[in-house]
């Protein structure tokens, strides 16, 4: 099931083809998908049953994001850009191999050779590519190499080889072959792979009309799947450019006193990372975004690129004295489509956060008025909800959670080590919990909640009106949180025991699902806090020489009474203890610890 928030940005996703990257609890990349609609790839992970993998990949989602390209072969590629970067964990068959899609080379050698490789090393070769589908790069080499030979045997051996007697070598394994004939094969090459295919495609047609005229069946149909492989390798595409530039491409959207910028970063002829940007403009859009580039080069570790793209609306020139680097607003072709599309994507990132903030506040304040509402009060702004923790009547504490206008103020919560209780009372405990807050507000001459919420029921109901109404006359709404056999808040508890239902699907049920959820989960871990501290002090008090200040040092110190025992008697010691003492406790812990293995 979706989380509130990934519902929110399913309801925001295009229609447009793109990749998405889905993210685990840490915000780690676990899965890189591509699509050619953005919003029926993504919402069908949610929205629809799995079974095996990918039931488990969508029980792992917190979050994604999306890039958007201009068409599904730009998604395709883009997508192996993005998986060789991260390494998802969930996809499994892309990881595969030696290094997944292949590139077409042309080495740095002596006498050069055309090869698939899997990988881009700085070694002075020209590489193009990644090819998403292998045998059509593996055909395409072919070709090239029947077409626009180099060297195809090991080199040098006295005489010609087999390649050199089919025309698919220059001879460089019988004599010594002239620069100038390899550069003018490699220029054709280049020419080819960058998608200048029209006179080779010519010369293939040709050959299949005539093979098909002669009833060459089977020769042409080789033919014609050669075209076709041809199409799929050397189509022109923006997301992996055609030299190894390094390249950051800049641009920015501006909406209602917002801007949004983004970055695509170019390395070895991929698009290797995409950085997004979005805050209120203080000054105009402009020197923003001049101000953004400067600072965002200032920063640690941060190279400045080679080539930096940028729209054209200001002086590139000043930015260019600043970073020391080359600085150009592209007019026309590759580069300014890639331009065009970091414009795109910073729209579609300004807008989807102006539709959360929206949904936002419609979750937040629309579910404030609903529950207000419900309850017949005028407002409920500001509300305080209460919880206790402890475990068999032992370490009994309180908690206390503010939300304000729906959402949480944690500069507002409140920890309570009760004082006067010592055994499981749900009516003590609230008592002097309440006593002790409102009390305080009253002296402090400070503002009172709108509403109060329990995460109980009609026992914690009656307590917090006792102490309000007949203590300190207060008439503050109180409600209780009481939740179904499946554990989800199913009705409110008001004056004289009146239940009040809530829908699961309403707005009112979403803000009181938070609010219980929140101090339920603020009063565990603070009750795990004292009984961790507690069990820990307990165990030192048992320990011969150690007194109150001892063992405040060694709290301070060790923290747990796990890192205690593992110390040794010497960083013992240094905590200012004596040498027997040190040892007593060392012994001591040893023992508690076999005592405790045994046990289990």
């Known amino acids: 099931m979706a989380t509130p928030h990934i519902e929110r940005k399913l309801k925001l996703l295009p229609d447009l083809p793109g990749c998405y990257l889905m993210k685990n609890e840490q915000g780690k990349i676990i899965y890189v998908g ?48 993005l998986i060789h970067k991260h390494r998802p964990h969930y996809n499994i068959q892309l990881k595969q191999g030696n290094g997944g899609y292949p590139y077409i080379k042309i080495t740095n050698e002596h006498d050069p050779r055309l090869m698939i490789v899997n990988n881009v090393k700085n070694d002075g070769g020209y590489y193009f590519g990644p090819y998403p589908n292998v045998y059509a790069a593996d055909e395409t080499l072919h070709f090239l190499q029947k077409t626009y030979p180099l060297r195809r045997c090991n080199g040098y051996q006295k005489r010609p080889c087999l390649y050199y007697h089919m025309g698919q070598c220059l001879g460089a394994c019988f004599k010594e072959v002239p620069q100038s004939l390899y550069q003018k094969q490699i220029r054709k090459i280049k020419s080819f792979l960058n998608g200048n295919v029209n006179s080779a495609k010519k010369e293939i047609t040709s050959k299949m009309m005539e093979a098909s005229n002669n009833l060459e069946f089977e020769r042409a149909a080789e033919l014609r799947d050669q075209l076709k ?14 030299d190894n530039t390094t390249r950051d491409i800049f641009n920015y959207y501006t909406d209602m006193g917002w801007i949004s910028i983004q970055i695509f970063f170019i390395r070895q002829a991929r698009l290797m990372k995409r950085v997004k940007r979005a805050f209120p403009i203080v000054n105009n859009p402009d020197e923003e975004f001049l101000s953004f580039i400067v600072q965002f080069y200032k920063q640690k570790n941060q190279p400045v690129p080679k080539e930096i793209l940028v729209p054209d609306s200001f002086d590139r020139d000043v930015l260019a004295s600043i970073l020391n680097t080359s600085i150009k607003t592209p007019k026309r072709g590759q580069k300014l489509e890639l331009l065009k599309m970091v414009k795109k994507n910073s729209k579609l990132v300004l807008e989807e956060k102006f539709r959360l903030m929206e949904f936002g506040k419609r979750k937040t304040l629309g579910a404030v008025e609903d529950l207000s509402r419900k309850l017949n009060i005028p407002t409920a702004h500001r509300i305080e909800s209460f919880d206790h923790s402890h475990i068999q ?42 006593r002790r807050r409102y009390s305080r507000l009253l002296k402090e001459h400070k503002s009172l909640p709108d509403l109060i919420l329990m995460d109980g029921g009609e026992i914690q109901l009656a307590a917090v009106k006792d102490v309000l109404v007949n203590e300190f006359n207060l008439n503050i709404p109180v409600a209780g949180m009481v939740k179904d056999n499946k554990h989800k808040t199913s009705h409110l508890i008001i004056n004289d025991n009146q239940y009040i239902p809530i829908k699961h699907d309403s707005q009112a049920f979403y803000l009181v699902e938070r609010i219980q959820d929140e101090v339920h989960r603020f009063a565990i871990n603070f009750h795990r806090q004292v009984h961790t501290k507690h069990s820990l002090s307990s ?46 406790i060392k012994l001591t812990l040893d023992i508690l610890n076999r005592k405790r293995k045994s046990k289990k």
């Not at 993998?53 to 883009?78: G, H």
């Not at 492989?229 to 055609?242: A, L």
């Not at 504490?397 to 499981?424: Q, W």
């Open 539 to 584: 165990e030192l008090d048992s320990i011969k020489g150690v007194g109150p200040k001892t063992k405040i040092k060694l709290l301070n110190k060790f923290g747990s009474l796990d890192k205690i025992s593992d110390a040794d008697v010497k960083e013992l010691r240094e905590i200012g203890i004596s040498q027997d003492v040190a040892k007593n």
């Open 229 to 242: 492989y041809i199409e799929i390798t050397v189509e022109k595409q923006k997301i992996i450019t055609n």
């Open 34 to 81: 591509k699509a050619k609609n953005l919003k029926n790839r993504v919402r069908s992970y949610f929205k629809s049953s799995h079974t095996g993998k990918t039931a488990k990949l969508v029980s792992q989602i917190r979050d994604f994001e999306t890039i958007i390209t201009s068409n599904d072969k730009e998604a395709f590629l883009l997508e192996i850009t």
């Open 393 to 434: 009547g032992t370490d009994i504490v309180s908690a206390m959670v503010v939300f304000e206008d729906g959402l949480p103020n944690k500069n507002m919560y409140r920890k309570y080590k009760l004082k006067t209780v010592d055994k499981a009372d749900e009516s003590a405990s609230t008592h002097e919990v309440i």
